[in-house]
Each structure stands twice: as structure tokens, then as C-alpha cells.
């Protein structure tokens, strides 16, 4: 008995200490603004490779920048490089069209949230997710996201 109680408080522990890694909605939304305010200042390539940076500033746990054109091109991508330069519009692996969502709100209030469906992050789980995206002085869009 008492060693399935410790049993069922690791368990817990394991699970809240995952929880504790992920990073919040409230937490991509900075980082988004920080993003959008990094491509103002410091241009697309510069602030592209800060993005991609282990140490950039721009990578906290799951949480890193993507950006995007308008037409559906990636244009950055923190953790996928191999996505760059791809038309990504129709994409719709997991059962919505995410990318013409977010240049949607893109380009109709130049900021919002934007709800899909996506892997979780070491399993095959399929779950909600939630990116903030905000377009920049570029004309392009960057966005961040956090599982809801």
C-alpha cells in the first residue's frame, strides 16, 4: 500500500513538473511582441537568426518563433529550418487549415490568436494549441505558440 502510494505521488510530480515546463498562452503572446518589436528594430535577417539561436533570446522551452508571408511562404522557422521557403497555405494535416487562419487574422487586425490542432511535443497525442501572431513594419506576420 505505501508503496503505491509513492507510486501515485511520482506520478503527480512527474506530471505537474511537465505541465511546469510548458509555457503559457500569456507567455507566447510576449514573446510574439517581442518578435514582431525584433523584426522593427533590427530587420528580417537579423532578427531571423536570433530567432533560430539557442541563445538568441527567442527559444524558452516549447515556446519559438515561426514567421511568415502573406501568401503562406515560411520565412523562419526556430526549430524547422527545413520548412523555410515552403508554401505551407493548404496545410492541413490535423484537421484545420492553421496557416490560412493566421494570415487571416494577419491580415484583416495584424494581431490575434489563432486555435488549432497539433502534436504534443514528444508523443503522437494530437492537442489544442493556440499561436499569437502579429505582423511587423515588413508586411509579413511572426507568431508564437502554447498548448491551451
Not at 541563445?55 to 523562419?76: E, N
Not at 504534443?120 to 505558440?145: H, L
Amino acid at each position: 500500500m505505501h508503496k503505491l502510494l509513492l507510486a501515485a505521488v511520482a506520478m503527480m510530480l512527474t506530471g505537474n513538473a511537465i505541465a511546469a515546463e510548458m509555457a503559457s498562452p500569456d507567455e507566447a503572446k510576449a514573446l510574439s511582441q517581442k518578435a514582431q518589436a525584433a523584426v522593427n528594430e533590427m530587420g528580417s535577417e537579423q532578427a531571423f537568426a536570433a530567432f533560430a539561436a539557442a541563445d538568441g533570446g527567442f527559444q524558452d522551452r516549447d515556446l519559438y518563433v515561426f514567421c511568415m508571408d502573406m501568401d503562406g511562404v515560411m520565412l523562419s522557422h526556430a526549430i524547422k529550418p527545413e520548412l523555410v521557403g515552403k508554401n505551407l497555405l493548404d496545410f492541413d494535416k490535423y484537421g484545420d487549415t492553421l496557416f490560412k487562419n493566421m494570415i487571416a487574422v494577419a491580415s484583416s487586425t495584424g494581431k490575434g490568436w489563432v486555435d488549432y490542432n497539433w502534436p504534443y511535443p514528444g508523443t503522437e497525442e494530437i492537442r489544442e494549441k493556440t499561436s499569437y501572431v502579429m505582423t511587423n513594419d515588413q508586411g509579413f506576420f511572426c507568431g508564437v505558440g502554447a498548448y491551451k
